[in-house]
C-alpha cells in the first residue's frame, strides 16, 4: 500500500510511517499471505488499545495513541479565582479563565489594576506547581520599584525643580536600546553569566545598558515622601524626606530571555495545547526549564543593579547621602509555600505583599506613590496591586490627550515634567486611590511619595510655552 492508499484509509499522515512499519512486519512474518492488509489496519484504527501488545501492529497502534493524545485538547476543569477591584475589563478576565486552565495551575488571583497584557493579564497572579511560565513572569523580568530616601532638605522640592531635573538628566538614560556613554560598573557583572546561551550572548548588551532605564511606563522622579510613623520604613523617623523613585527592570538582556525560552516552551506544546501558546510552560526538573530559572534569577540581580545604579548615579550627581530605600520586583516568579505545598507563584505586574513585606506601589506622574507593608493574604497568594493600572491602550492615549495642556496643568500642581509620551500622561491611568482601598485587605499604607520632578522617555511630543 503507498502513501495515497493509507492516507484514503483515515491513517493520519503523521501515522503513516508507523503503518508501512506495521505492514513491513506482517509481510514479515508472512501474515498478509491470508489476510487482507486493509482489513488489518482498519482492526487497529478501530480501537488501537486493543492492539498495543500486539507482536505486528503495536507500533501502528502506539503511534495512533500517541497522535491521539497530543492532538486532541485535553479538558481541563478552570481553576477558581479572587479578583480585588471592581473596574477590570473583560478581555482580562478572559485572559485570567484561560490562564487558570493551565494544567499544573493550582491557585490564582487578580489585582484590582489589572489590564489586559500577553498570556498572563497585568496584575495577575498565578501559581502552578512545577511548571514555570515565562510569558507569565514577562517581557520586562524583574521589572521592580526603588525608592531611596536622600539626606537633603525638603525645600529642594520647591526651590530647587529645575536643578533637579538636570540632576535627572545627567544621572538617567532613558529609550529603547539606549546605552551609557561609559559602561558602568556593579558587581552583578561578576557574576556568572554562563547559566544560559541568552544571557552569555547578551553580557555586553548588559554592561552597555546598566543603569538604564528604557521606554513605555519607566520612569525616575523626585518627590516628597511623607513617613507615617516611627521605624514604619527601617531608620527612618516619622516626618518628610525629599526622596527618589524609579521603575525599570531588565532592559534588552531580559527581553531576550523571555522571548528565546517562551519560543522553546512554545514547541515544546503538544499539538492539543496549541491554545496556551502565551501560556506556554517549561518543567522545572526539564533542561530548559532549569536554564530558564537560572537566567530569570539573574536577570532579577541585573534589574536590581540597574537601579542601583540609577540611584547611585543621581544621588552623586546631586549630593545626597542615602537614608534608607525600599525595592521590589513585579515581574518574576517565586518558589514559595502555600497551603503547605511548595509552589511557583507568577506575579505579572503584583507586587510581593507577604506579612510584614515592604513593597512600592506607584500611581501616576500627578498621583501619589505609596510605601506598603503586606498583609499575607492567603487568597491573593500574598500579593497586591503593583499600580494604578492603565484604562485606554497607547493608541487611544495619543488620539485623546494634548501633550502640551497635561504640562501645563501639572505645571500648575507645583509637577515638572521632563519628558514623557503622550501615553504615559495621568489620564491613561486608573486613580490610584481607588485601587489602594480596593486592596485594603491586602496591603497597610506606611509612607507616601508625591512626585515633583518626574522624568520619562519622551516620544517627541513637546509643550508649547
Known amino acids: 500500500m503507498n502513501k495515497r492508499d ?40 478501530a480501537d488501537p488499545t486493543a492492539f498495543t501488545q500486539d507482536r505486528h501492529r503495536k507500533i501502528f497502534a502506539r503511534a495512533l495513541i500517541d497522535h491521539a493524545t ?10 477558581a479565582y479572587q479578583t480585588w477591584g471592581r473596574h477590570i475589563d473583560d478581555k482580562a478576565h478572559g485572559q485570567m479563565r484561560d490562564a487558570c486552565r493551565v494544567p499544573s495551575a493550582v491557585g ?8 489586559l497584557g500577553y498570556g498572563l493579564p497585568i496584575g495577575g497572579v498565578l501559581a502552578t506547581e512545577g511548571t514555570v511560565i515565562p510569558y507569565a513572569v514577562g517581557v520586562d523580568i524583574a521589572c521592580r520599584m526603588k525608592i531611596s530616601v536622600l539626606d537633603l532638605p525638603t525645600k529642594m522640592l520647591d526651590e530647587s525643580r529645575p536643578l533637579l531635573g538636570a540632576v535627572l538628566e545627567q ?32 553580557k555586553n548588551k548588559a554592561r552597555r545598558q546598566l543603569g538604564t532605564s528604557g521606554s513605555g511606563n519607566h520612569f525616575v522622579e523626585f518627590g516628597r515622601l511623607t513617613v507615617g510613623g516611627d521605624d514604619a520604613i527601617p531608620g527612618l523617623d516619622k516626618g518628610e524626606y525629599v526622596a527618589l523613585m524609579s521603575h525599570s527592570g531588565s532592559r534588552g538582556p531580559g527581553a531576550a530571555v523571555c522571548k528565546h525560552y517562551s519560543k522553546v516552551a512554545t514547541q515544546k506544546l503538544r499539538k492539543g495545547d496549541k491554545e496556551f501558546e502565551r501560556l ?37 550627581i546631586v549630593g545626597g547621602e542615602v537614608l534608607a530605600s525600599v525595592e521590589n520586583h513585579h515581574n518574576f ?13 507568577h506575579r505579572k505586574g503584583a507586587t510581593p505583599a507577604g506579612a510584614g513585606v515592604l513593597g512600592v506601589i506607584p500611581g501616576s506622574m500627578a498621583s501619589p506613590a505609596y510605601v506598603v507593608r503586606g498583609k499575607g493574604q492567603p487568597q491573593s ?22 501633550y502640551g495642556e497635561v504640562v501645563r496643568d501639572l505645571r500648575a500642581d507645583e509637577i515638572d515634567l521632563i519628558s514623557a509620551g503622550a501615553d504615559e500622561v495621568p489620564g491613561v491611568y486608573k486613580d490610584i486611590d481607588t485601587v489602594m482601598s480596593e486592596q485594603a485587605d491586602l496591603v497597610e499604607t506606611v509612607a507616601r511619595f508625591d512626585p515633583k520632578v518626574v522624568k520619562m522617555c519622551g516620544d517627541g511630543s513637546r509643550a508649547e510655552d
Open 280 to 316: 506556554a510552560w517549561l518543567d522545572l526538573d526539564s533542561e530548559a526549564g532549569q536554564e530558564y530559572w537560572a537566567a530569570m534569577n539573574l536577570m532579577g540581580d541585573y534589574a536590581a543593579a540597574n537601579h542601583d545604579v540609577i540611584h547611585r548615579l543621581v544621588s552623586s
Open 6 to 45: 493509507l492516507l484514503n484509509l483515515g491513517v493520519d499522515p503523521a501515522c503513516v510511517s508507523a503503518a508501512r512499519r506495521a505492514l513491513k512486519a506482517l509481510a514479515d512474518a508472512g501474515r498478509l499471505e491470508d489476510g487482507d492488509p486493509v482489513t488489518l489496519l482498519r482492526e487497529v484504527i
Open 333 to 345: 516568579a517565586w518558589i514559595e509555600e502555600h497551603g503547605g505545598n511548595e509552589l511557583v507563584v
Open 381 to 402: 497568594m500574598n500579593s497586591a496591586a503593583h499600580g494604578a493600572g492603565r484604562v485606554m491602550s497607547r493608541t487611544q492615549a495619543k488620539k485623546t490627550f494634548d
Open 108 to 115: 490564582a488571583a487578580l489585582m484590582p489594576d489589572a489590564h
Open 70 to 79: 497530543h492532538t486532541t485538547p485535553r479538558h481541563v476543569e478552570p481553576i
Open 171 to 202: 544621572g538617567t538614560v532613558f529609550g529603547a536600546g539606549r546605552e551609557h556613554e561609559k559602561s558602568q560598573d556593579h558587581p552583578v557583572l561578576d557574576a556568572d553569566w554562563r547559566v544560559s546561551p541568552i544571557t552569555i550572548r547578551n
